[in-house]
């Protein structure tokens, strides 16, 4: 299961309300695979869709379909202020072992 630090959660619900998305929650999909590994996206949606995972959180809820589910287990997401790469979140995956080669070899 994927978790979400307190200042990530803030950060969201923050967006949410900026964007008049008020009880929407954020659907985590799989872009593809990288040399840094799986990679992530993340849009609002307004609710689950068929075959969705949820993960409730006070403000608003998580959603993501069972092939991220795998590439997301473990995972947190965080929120990040730096001023050389900015203003954001970022899922960092413990289970990334490192990478041979670019092409989805990482596991």
């Given at each position: 299961?994927?978790?979400?630090?307190?200042?990530?959660?803030?950060?969201?619900?923050?967006?949410?309300?900026?964007?008049?998305?008020?009880?929407?929650?954020?659907?985590?999909?799989?872009?593809?695979?990288?040399?840094?590994?799986?990679?992530?996206?993340?849009?609002?949606q307004?609710?689950?869709?068929?075959?969705?995972?949820?993960?409730?959180?006070?403000k608003?809820?998580?959603?993501?379909?069972?092939?991220?589910?795998?590439?997301?287990?473990?995972?947190?997401?965080?929120?990040?202020?730096?001023?050389?790469?900015?203003?954001?979140?970022?899922?960092?995956?413990?289970?990334?072992?490192g990478?041979?080669?670019?092409?989805?070899?990482?596991?």
């Open positions: 299961m994927v978790t979400i630090t307190a200042d990530a959660e803030k950060f969201v619900f923050d967006l949410l309300e900026k964007n008049k998305k008020a009880g929407y929650g954020v659907k985590i999909y799989l872009a593809g695979m990288a040399c840094s590994g799986p990679q992530f996206g993340m849009s609002f307004e609710k689950e869709a068929d075959g969705d995972k949820v993960v409730k959180l006070e608003f809820s998580l959603f993501y379909d069972e092939e991220t589910a795998k590439e997301l287990d473990e995972c947190v997401i965080e929120f990040v202020d730096d001023p050389n790469f900015g203003t954001g979140l970022t899922i960092n995956n413990p289970n990334l072992k990478c041979a080669s670019c092409g989805g070899s990482c596991r």
